[in-house]
Each structure stands twice: as structure tokens, then as C-alpha cells.
């Protein structure tokens, strides 16, 4: 805790003096997470992970991101900002997941339009070939293999992007939503967004299928959600788009999982991850249903 006190003591200038004693949060896993009184108030202080760049994360993006986000209220407000972390609001919370989360479909679906059409230009890209690509050379540089599963996730990759016609125009996106980045507002009574550490310059479809995926939504489920994010009923090739989307998404989370496992030090499973994820891509890239996707996005 001694990095952490120190880090406090700096801010108390600004932020007022710490009371009572910092709580570590559960669920972070790049990052440690502390919810720390000071001046009155309440606020998570984040500290960042090692080499965190090398995973694509940009904290002028991060930082950026939530703060446009917080001004359309979907995000807690950013209160500071200090070498290797960053200070948000606190909010008093519950996590959503299974039902819950899905019955919010529309809220999230407007939630992520409101960012998406935000104009904010942030200083980083987030597109998940790219990151492949990145990825490979610093696992190639620290002289390991990679493993045949993640070619095989390149090969998947180049076929839904090449399908997609390459990159679209790129709008200001998340790209990291997991369960643990949704809650509920219990004092607003609606849903924000949180964790900002993948923000960057992408494909909103990217997004749309990254929530899909992660949240296990139901068809039913994403189809109110594009309803709504669209503000019409989808066509046969937006509906397809999303279906793609959610298999990159597993790309994504399997290479990440991949990466983190050679350069994190954190205790955590990476390997086990990027099993869950890859599997999933690889039975619906080999259902039937995955070629009609790329030919109705192709048409």
C-alpha cells in the first residue's frame, strides 16, 4: 500500500484529505482498483498494469473517451488524472448481467449511439487486425511460439474483414464491453459505462458485437438492440455484420488473452481465457450459418 499512500498524498491537494482507509475493488484484470474517501467524496483510484501499451491501450485515449462519455452521462465523471492512473467518480452501483443486462438492450444500444455520433476524435485506433499483427511481433520478439489456434484466428480475421470490405469510416468506440463494464446507476437509475482503457478510434459494429458476445444476448436480444441503436428494424446484412462482429470479438479476447499471458505478471489465467474464447470462435466459424454471414455483409 506504500506506491498507493503515496499517490494519495499527492493528490490531497486537490482532491481534499484522505479519511479512513482505501478498500481494493474486485475485478480488475489489468489493472488494481481502490474506492478511497477524500475530501467528502468518494472516488476509484485505478492503478495501471505494467506494459500496458503493449496490449493497444492508450491512457490520453482512456482518459479522453470517459470524460466525453461522462458528459453525455454514461460514464463517471474523471476527477483526476497522476503518472501510471487516473481518478473517477465513485458510483453507488449493482453489476448487470444475464436478464438484467438484456432487458437494457435499448438503453445500451443508445447509449453506445450517443458515443459513437460524439465527435470526439481520440489519439488511437482500435482495430482488432491491427492488434494481431502487433501482437505477433512482441510475442515473436520475446522469442516464443504462437500457438496454432491464433494463426487460425489471423485466418478468421482477414476473412470477416476482407467480407466487410476492409475498414469503415472510424468512429470514437469502447471496445471492452464485458459484463464487469456495465452497471446500473442506483442514484441516476440507468446504466453507465466504465473502464475506458481500450477506447479508441473503430468500427461501432465492432462495439455492437462486443456486447453481444461477452453478455451472451439471445438473437431476440440483439435484435431490439440494433432496433434501437439503428432506429429502424436491421437488414439481412447489419444482422449479419453483427453476427461477424461477435466472432471477432472472440478473436480479440483469445489474442489478448494470448499476449497477456507472456507479458502480465498479474495471477490470473490467461491461458484458460483465451481457450473459452477461441473455442467459441472456431465452433461458429465452422457452423454453416458463419459463410451465409460473410456472404450476405459481401453482397
Known amino acids: 500500500m506504500g506506491e498507493l499512500s503515496d499517490i494519495l498524498q499527492r493528490l490531497e491537494p486537490s482532491l481534499g484529505p484522505v479519511g479512513g482507509e482505501p478498500a481494493p475493488l474486485e475485478g480488475g484484470i489489468t489493472n488494481r482498483n481502490y474506492r478511497v474517501l477524500m475530501g467528502g467524496q468518494e472516488y476509484v483510484v485505478r492503478l495501471h498494469g505494467k506494459d500496458t501499451d ?5 491512457r490520453r485515449a482512456e482518459r479522453l473517451a470517459n470524460e ?20 473517477t467518480e465513485f458510483l453507488t452501483c449493482q453489476a448487470l448481467a444475464g436478464p438484467e443486462l438484456e432487458a437494457r438492450a435499448e438503453e445500451l444500444g443508445a447509449a453506445l449511439r450517443a458515443f459513437h455520433d460524439s465527435g470526439i476524435d481520440l489519439p488511437t485506433r482500435f482495430w482488432v487486425p491491427d492488434l494481431l499483427k502487433d501482437y505477433t511481433e512482441i510475442i515473436g520478439g520475446r522469442g516464443a511460439e504462437l500457438p496454432e489456434v491464433y494463426r487460425q484466428a489471423m485466418d478468421i480475421a482477414g476473412r470477416i474483414t476482407a467480407a466487410l470490405g476492409g475498414e469503415e469510416s472510424l468512429r470514437p468506440c469502447h471496445n471492452d464491453l464485458l459484463a464487469g463494464n456495465i ?3 442506483r442514484e441516476r437509475g440507468r446504466v453507465m459505462l466504465v473502464d475506458w482503457e481500450y477506447a479508441g478510434m473503430g468500427s461501432p459494429w465492432f462495439d455492437l458485437g462486443n456486447l453481444s458476445v461477452n453478455n451472451d444476448f439471445l438473437e431476440t436480444t440483439d435484435n431490439r438492440l440494433l432496433r434501437a441503436y439503428l432506429g429502424e428494424a436491421p437488414s439481412e446484412a447489419q444482422t449479419a455484420t453483427l453476427k461477424l462482429m461477435r466472432v471477432l ?6 489474442a489478448w488473452g494470448i499476449m497477456q499471458s ?20 472456431r465452433a461458429t466459424a465452422e457452423d454453416p450459418a458463419f459463410d451465409r454471414w460473410l456472404s450476405a455483409v459481401g453482397g
Open 54 to 58: 503493449l496490449l493497444g491501450i492508450s
Open 68 to 87: 466525453a462519455a461522462a458528459g453525455l452521462g454514461i460514464a463517471p465523471g474523471v476527477a483526476a488524472e497522476f503518472e501510471g492512473g487516473l481518478v
Open 249 to 254: 470479438s472472440d478473436v480479440r479476447e483469445g
Open 183 to 185: 452497471v446500473l446507476d
Open 262 to 281: 507472456h507479458v502480465s505478471e498479474l495471477e490470473f489465467d490467461f491461458d484458460g481465457y483465451a481457450a473459452e474464447h477461441f473455442t467459441r470462435m
